[in-house]
């Protein structure tokens, strides 16, 4: 470059030169994020509308189509599950303790005998005779019964969570968790990497000032997370000594406890699960453990004998972008078609796939009576926007859609036919569905569903049923801004 100084007059040639040189190396990289954007979509996705999607973006939008596919259309969570299941022995473990058909002790199941067949086959897990599951509606209820447990264990405690506030209720939880490692119980708590950013300080700088061991799933390290940010650890999970434990679809959040009058209240249901079911809660959290830092949690501390502790048959249906992709889809799908009275589906978000779309529109037209609730105040707005292109063709086929209008409602769950239950994590969208990590149990038992339907008509006197004239009725700036909102379905 010194040269410059000399020959001022070549400077405008270098840069030419200069300039020339970069237009070759840009339309080198755009040969190749081409070929390869193609080559990997072509591959890779399992979807043939959303390879076309892509394939359209990659080609008319020159390298940055290829970039932006490489950050949200690529999955890069490959784990091998038996890596993480501390050399397969649990499911032998599984498989002496639990019997495997429910039905059998359970004469009432019988009507739904096929799809506990095809969950069994669907799910990695074992279904579990003898659970009890105790109904948590809001925080109020879940998180002192939450923190009781913690308080009382002896051995081990692991807590996973998507969000986990230190701040409120977040504070006890804290100082429980302390507390229980000063006693010298085995704490391991896990956070995911997105999650942990709705807190500030986070979560995970204070449990460790604390000496708890913590792990944040798939942690923000800007470049290594811009390739990943949309997989994230979506499940709730806490077991106490391995004999107790919670899921649902409950944050660690202030918000939460509804008796506090928060500034952004949140109603929300989870539940207490006792019985051998709870080792497949345990076995789910181990597997995302042991993905965080590689140690196996395993021995009698973590899995003792669970000793049967009601009537509730239930199976663990773990998901997530890696070896059980799409497995909840398909249980959804299973129980909508197992139907034969009727469907109810409680979720914060509703946008279903086109597949379970259908199985919906197909239930309601062989006579099956399918009522789902979602808010009208959605803490996401353009979700509920997406979600009102799809009411549509479901009302044209007898589906009933109520919109509830109160506090925003992130309770999930879905019953068939009074008999089996849904509960868990995860919810009626894309990302929960196909991109999140979630877990879920099954439940055959007649009184958990209807105590679930009591609350499902509870709320349902409550909400405002959906029309098509009132979705007719629309102004054409709505009808625009719910269709654009549907264009980002996959990213909602």
């Not at 959303?50 to 999955?75: D, M, Q, R, S, T």
């Not at 939450?146 to 986990?164: D, E, H, N, P």
């Not at 109603?267 to 076995?283: A, I, K, N, S, T």
Request: net charge positive; proline share 5%.
């Amino acid at each position: 470059m010194g040269f410059l100084i000399y020959y001022p007059a070549m400077l405008p040639q270098f840069l030419t030169r200069l300039g020339a040189v970069w237009q070759y190396v840009l339309a080198v990289a755009e040969v190749f994020a081409l070929i390869g954007g193609l080559v990997h979509v072509v591959l890779r996705q399992r979807n043939a509308r959303a390879a076309a999607f892509w394939a359209v973006i990659i080609i008319f939008v020159p390298l940055l189509g290829a970039l932006f596919y490489c950050v949200f259309g690529i999955n890069r969570v490959r784990r091998s599950g038996k890596k993480y299941r501390g050399g397969g022995s649990w499911k032998s473990e599984v498989n002496r303790a639990v019997p495997p058909n429910p039905w059998e002790k359970n004469p009432e199941l019988s009507e739904l005998r096929n799809l506990a067949i095809t969950l069994g086959r669907i799910s990695r897990y074992e279904f579990a005779l003898g659970n009890k599951i105790t109904v948590l509606r809001s925080g109020d209820e879940a998180m002192p019964a939450m923190i009781k447990v913690i308080r009382g264990a002896k051995r081990t405690l692991a807590l996973s969570s998507y969000i986990f506030e230190a701040k409120g209720i977040g504070e006890k939880f804290v100082d429980e968790l302390t507390a229980a490692k000063g006693r010298g119980v085995q704490v391991r708590v896990m956070v995911d990497g997105a999650g942990a950013r709705y807190s500030w300080p986070s979560i995970t700088s204070i449990l460790r000032a604390r000496s708890i061991t913590v792990a944040k799933f798939m942690p923000t390290r800007f470049i290594v997370r811009l390739l990943s940010m949309n997989l994230r650890n979506h499940r709730k999970i806490l077991v106490a000594d391995g004999e107790i434990g919670f899921t649902g679809g409950m944050n660690i959040r202030p918000g939460n406890m509804l008796k506090d009058n928060p500034s952004s209240p949140v109603r929300d249901m989870h539940f207490r699960v006792e019985g051998p079911v709870v080792r497949q809660l345990q076995r789910a959290f181990a597997e995302d453990w042991a993905f965080c830092t590689g140690e196996v949690l395993q021995g009698e501390d973590w899995y003792p004998e669970v000793q049967p502790a009601g009537g509730t048959a239930a199976i663990g249906i773990p998901d997530g972008p890696d070896e059980d992709i799409e497995v909840m889809p398909k249980a959804i799908f299973a129980a909508i078609n197992a139907a034969r009275r009727e469907i109810r589906v409680l979720t914060p978000y509703f946008l279903p796939d086109e597949q379970i779309q259908w199985a919906l529109n197909l239930a309601a037209l062989r006579g099956v009576d399918v009522k789902i609730i979602t808010p009208r105040h959605n803490n996401i707005p353009p979700v509920r926007w997406a979600s009102r292109t799809i009411y549509p063709e479901l009302l044209a086929r007898g589906v009933r859609i109520f919109e509830n209008g109160g506090v925003f409602d992130h309770t999930k769950f879905m019953t068939v036919d009074g008999l089996w239950s849904l509960i868990g994590s995860t919810n009626w969208d894309p990302r929960s569905l196909r991109l999140n990590f979630e877990f879920n149990l099954a439940c055959f038992d007649e009184e958990l569903a209807g105590e679930l339907n009591a609350d499902f008509q509870h709320l349902m006197e409550q909400s405002t049923e959906i029309f098509s004239a009132d979705l007719a009725a629309a102004s054409l700036g709505e009808r625009v801004r719910n269709g654009i909102a549907r264009l980002f379905m996959p990213f909602l």
